[in-house]
C-alpha cells in the first residue's frame, strides 16, 4: 500500500519569507499527487494537484509544487508567504492503476505565518 | 445543494457506548472514504468503498465497521466506543477514486469518548 511522509511538523515563518514543505511518498507504482490545505476551523481544500506532464504545477494561491520522480517527491513552495497562509497543509497521492482507491495523506505539516 | 452531508457535527459519548456517524452523497459519486484526523497525524484512512456492496479497509479499522447499500449512504458504526476514537471524522466522495475528477468532503464530525 502507498505511504506518505511529511517531515516538517510545524514550521514557523514571517511574513514576506520563503516556503519549503517536503512531501516524501512511498508505492510500487505511479501515483497521483496533491496538496491540501486546512485553515482553521474550515474544511479541507485542493491547492494543487499532479497527475502527468509537466512535473512543476501551479495551483491556487499562489503556491506550487515540484515533483521529482527520482526522488519520490512533491514539495511545495511558495516565494513570499502572508499572516492569512497560517494553516495545516497535508499531502496526499492516490495510485494510478490498481490499489488502494482513496487519498492517502501524510501526517500534515502546520504552518504559522507571523505578522 | 450537492454535497456530502456529515451527521451529526458534535457527539459526545461514554465509553462502551455505539453509535453511528452518517455520511450521505447526492452526486452520484462511487467512490467514499471515512478518515480520522489527530494532532500531528494527518488524515488516517478507516474504511473505504468502491461501490455499492464492496467495502475495504483502510490503515487505522480496528473498532470500526461500515456497510454500501445504497451509493448515496456510507454509514460509519462505533461498536464499542473508546477513548482513543476521540478525534474528528470526515467522509469523502469521489467519482474515480483517483482524485482526477476532485474529492468532496464533508464539514466533520467532531467525537468525544469520556
Known amino acids: 500500500a502507498q505511504s506518505v511522509s511529511q517531515h516538517n511538523h510545524h514550521v514557523i515563518l514571517s511574513e514576506a519569507a520563503s516556503l519549503e514543505l517536503g512531501c516524501n511518498y512511498s508505492?510500487?507504482?505511479?501515483?497521483?499527487l496533491f496538496w491540501y490545505v486546512q485553515y482553521p476551523g474550515q474544511h479541507l481544500q485542493l491547492l494543487l494537484k499532479y497527475f502527468s506532464g509537466d512535473p512543476l504545477v501551479k495551483g491556487i494561491k499562489g503556491f506550487e509544487a515540484e515533483f521529482i520522480k527520482s526522488k519520490f517527491s512533491f514539495n511545495l513552495r511558495k516565494p513570499s508567504v502572508q499572516w492569512s497562509d497560517t494553516a495545516e497543509y497535508l499531502c496526499a497521492v492516490t495510485p494510478k492503476g490498481t490499489g488502494r482507491r482513496a487519498l492517502t495523506f501524510g501526517s500534515g505539516t502546520r504552518l504559522q505565518v507571523q505578522p | 445543494n450537492a454535497g456530502v452531508t456529515q451527521t451529526p457535527k458534535f457527539q459526545v459519548l461514554k465509553t462502551g457506548q455505539s453509535m453511528t456517524l452518517q455520511c450521505a452523497q447526492d452526486?452520484?459519486?462511487?467512490?467514499m472514504s471515512w478518515y480520522r484526523q489527530d494532532p500531528g497525524m494527518g488524515l488516517r484512512l478507516i474504511h473505504y468503498?468502491?461501490?455499492?456492496?464492496?467495502?475495504d479497509q483502510g490503515e487505522v479499522p480496528n473498532g470500526y465497521n461500515v456497510s454500501r447499500s445504497t451509493t448515496e449512504d456510507f454509514p460509519l458504526r462505533l461498536l464499542s466506543a473508546a477513548p482513543s476514537q476521540t478525534s474528528v471524522y470526515f467522509c469523502a466522495s469521489s467519482y474515480s477514486g483517483t482524485g482526477l475528477d476532485g474529492y468532496t468532503f464533508g464539514s466533520g464530525t467532531r467525537l468525544t469518548v469520556v
Open positions: 452526486m452520484n459519486h462511487e467512490y
Open positions: 468503498s468502491v461501490g455499492a456492496g464492496i467495502t
Open positions: 508505492y510500487g507504482g505511479t501515483v497521483n
